[in-house]
Each structure stands twice: as C-alpha cells, then as structure tokens.
C-alpha cells in the first residue's frame, strides 16, 4: 500500500477508535502517522511481521500512549483483524489505549511509561547485533518524552556498544501532556546534542513521505542514527492540529464529525 494512502487510513481509523472508545491521545498519534505509515510501508516485510521471523524489522513505539496509530497500521496491513480495532479502549479487549504486545501480533513490546521504550529498544537491537542477526530495529520518542533522563542513558549506551543497526526517531511537535516542550524542559537543538553523543543525526519534515524515506534509509556503518522528525500535533485536522487540548480530549458530537469531514474530503 502507498504510505500516503496507509497514512490516511491511520487517521480514519485512529479517529473512530477514539471517538468510540471515549479515550485520549488523537493529537499525539495523528502526529505520528506519516511516520508510522512510512515505516511499515518500505522498511517491514509484512509476510516476517505475520511469522514472526527472527530477522523481521523491529518498529517499537516508546510515547506508547499513541498505540492507536499502531494498532491501524496493523489492521490496514493485514496482520490484524480490522474487526478488532473496534474493541479499543473497551474493557476486556487486547488493545489497551497505551500500546501493548500482549496477545497482539506485530507488536514488540507494551509501553507507556515514558523513557522505557527507547532503553528496550536499545537492548532489542543489542540482541540482534550479538546474535548475528541482521534486523533495523526503529524505535519513535516523543520531545516531551525526551525529558526522560532514562533516554539519555540509553543515548550514551547506544554510541558506546555501536548499535549501527538501530535508528530513533523523535516525534518532534513541541508539545507535551500540559503544553510546549520549550516552556517545560527545552530540549533545545536536538540534532547536535545527538550529533556530540556520537550519533549520526539529522532533521527533517515528519509529514514529508519521500523525506522520511530517504532519511531512515540513510544509516551508518558504526553508529546509531536519530531522526528529529518536525510534526505537528494533531495533524491532519485543523482545529486539532497544535492544540494541545486533543491531547486528552476525545472528538465527540459536532467535532468528530466536523473531523470526519475535513478527513474524507482529503482522502488519497
Ligand atoms: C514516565 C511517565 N510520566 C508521565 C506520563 C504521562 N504522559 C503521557 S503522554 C505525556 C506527554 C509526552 O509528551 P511527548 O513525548 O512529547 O508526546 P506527544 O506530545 O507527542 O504526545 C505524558 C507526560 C507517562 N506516560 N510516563
């Protein structure tokens, strides 16, 4: 499927998800979408996601929060019963609003507690090095997440045992639960504080698929790679995009389907 296209799907489906369910965190994962959509577009081979195969690409989501974006990709590629997204959220179901691997095909890890995923990932991509296996493994932070000193530890970590085959990704749209990053805890330049712990780094538009494309193919013989994504919370419909209030609130009444609309008339 075009990335574009599964991008789009994401959205739809993430936004039915969480109006049904009443849940929160449509802006962070509609943030995450172009990403999510790129990288099980060209970088996963669906047939070893479904098997399981042990040198299927790891895609791990550290701001677990935004696990809906997940779970579609999943359904829109086949390797989850779409009826399944229906029961998000809801008590009983296997897909708890933070991501969660538990009896989920295609998941790597659950997650949710902010800074952990990243670390698991690290150790993911460690394992594979040690046991001569040639799987990338991506994982996506959030900025705000970024505050975690456990991220840095495992920045530290990842330079020192040369985890070349391992590649972060930052959902860089400012924002965080309760407002701007810059405000609370300014990461400042992410690209050079990765580039001084001896990543290779660089930035680019995290709604740019051709962007996003190159930049995560574009790894380095010993070290790990960051890319600083530059999204924007909530994107894909106006009046959530950068507004902080869809971090928690959940689109009902006039706003879903003023946002059903504005999605379909964009449909690919
Ligand atoms: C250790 C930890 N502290 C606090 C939270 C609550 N929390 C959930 S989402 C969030 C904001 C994270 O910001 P960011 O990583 O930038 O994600 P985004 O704004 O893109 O959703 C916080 C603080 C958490 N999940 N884990």
């Known amino acids: 499927m075009k990335s574009e296209i599964l991008a789009w799907n994401i959205r739809r489906d993430v936004l039915d998800m969480v109006h049904k369910a009443h849940a929160s ?12 959509a790129v990288l099980y577009s060209y970088f996963a081979d669906i047939n ?13 989501l550290s701001k677990g ?11 829109e590629i086949g390797i989850m019963d779409r009826s399944e997204l229906q029961t998000y959220g809801t008590d009983g179901s296997k897909l708890s609003c933070h991501v969660s691997h538990n ?7 659950s997650t949710g507690s902010l800074g952990q995923g990243v670390g698991m990932a690290a150790g993911i991509a460690l394992a594979g090095k040690k046991a001569g296996l040639n799987y990338k493994t991506f994982v996506i932070a959030g900025d705000g997440e970024c505050n975690e000193g456990s991220v840095w530890e495992m920045v530290l970590f990842a330079r020192q045992q040369k985890l070349n085959r391992l590649t ?16 609370i805890l300014d990461m400042l330049d992410l690209e050079s504080k990765f580039k001084s712990f001896g990543w290779n780094a660089r930035t680019v538009n995290g709604h740019d698929h051709a962007a996003l494309k190159e930049a995560l193919q574009d790894a380095d013989e010993d070290k790990p790679t960051c890319i600083i994504a530059n999204t924007v919370k909530g994107k894909g419909v106006s009046f959530m995009e950068n507004n902080n209030l869809w971090h928690y609130r959940d689109p009902q009444g006039e706003d879903y389907a003023n946002a059903v609309n504005e999605l379909e008339r964009q449909r690919p």
């Open 25 to 36: 965190h449509i802006g962070s994962a509609f943030s995450i979408a172009d990403i999510v």
């Open 65 to 75: 929060h935004a696990g809906a974006a997940i779970y579609a990709a999943l359904a």
């Open 168 to 183: 972060m990704i930052i959902d860089r749209n400012g924002l965080q639960a309760l407002g701007k990053t810059e405000e």
């Open 48 to 60: 070893q996601l479904k098997t399981g195969d042990k040198e299927r690409t790891r895609i791990i």
């Open 103 to 109: 009896g989920v095909k295609g998941v790597e890890i």
